[in-house]
């Protein structure tokens, strides 16, 4: 009998249900190419529970998430309604950092030239591994004279030891068993002196231990002009959680959009957090032109995880095939609606 695999399944806010409804038939499509049988989970964490009840993340639903399933899909939280998106944070960062998941990866691969923002169709494959439970994210810090013409606002970045060297060891783990050859730092060391000192101190001490992977520096706004000029020299990243949000929306753009840039949040040896990198795009909800296929890249990476590798390279061949035959929808150029361009990668698969 094919193996079981328990997917927890939160489609959030605006376009979030619609990718998630998607991703869905994709993972009951799964076991037909030599996949588990995936039985799926529905929780409501979004912003009409929020605006209906106050609760954002209730304990008891976090403690079924932490321990009864292999993985979760998360579709989108934003939403206009919560202005200051006290709910998004709670419920995305919460389990980011309850779950202690330390590493957002990133990927950043080019499927296809025509839809890519550079000239010249570069080759684009990179993977960015972005802190994912500390640095500028933590809360750390505090308002004082609030409104007042005194007003002070501090926000505290945290950099620890255990923090940064966990992180740099899963990029450098990383690039030795995928075959890559050099891992970048991205800091600004240069004007940030002591919590990037610290990257800087451990990032040497961790290359030290991979003598075969080329270690290299840039500081965080050479890299984001790197990407743009000879994004074919990077290979893999690894940056602190601010840094990271930031190249990598720009990174969504050089491999075509946020419709195609998927993301994994993991703690190795735990269930995953997986999630379309696009956000809940209020404009686009019930207009059926949301693209599906970084919900399904991003079941491509659970598959990986949770060790279904050749599952994910046919759906990440599948979307590949979809992008070259011009099956997308209409920001990609193409004519099909979001349940159309899935109709499409099922039958291509
Ligand atoms: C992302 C998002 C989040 C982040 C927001 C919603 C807090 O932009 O996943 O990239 O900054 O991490
Ligand atoms: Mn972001």
Redesign the pocket.
Known sequence: MAEQVKVALIPGDGIGPEVVSEARRLLAHVRTLGGPVVQTTTFDLSADRYLRTGETLPDAEFEQLRDGFDAILLGA??DPRVPDHAH??DI??GLRTRLDLYINLRPIRLLHPAHGALKGDPAIDMVVFRENTEGLYTGIGGQFKRGTADEVAIEAELNTRKGVQRIIEAAFDFAATHGRRRVTLADKSNAMRHGHDLWQRVFAEVAAGYPGIEASHLYVDALVMEMVRDPSALDVIVTNNLFG?II?DLGAQLQGGMGLAASANLHPGRPGLFEP?HGSAPALVGTGSANPLAAHLSVAMMMRQVGFPTVADAIESAVATCLAEGHTTPELGGTLSTSEVTDHLLSSL
Do not use: E, K, M
């Open positions: 939280l934003g998004a944070r995305v960062l949000d990598t990198v």
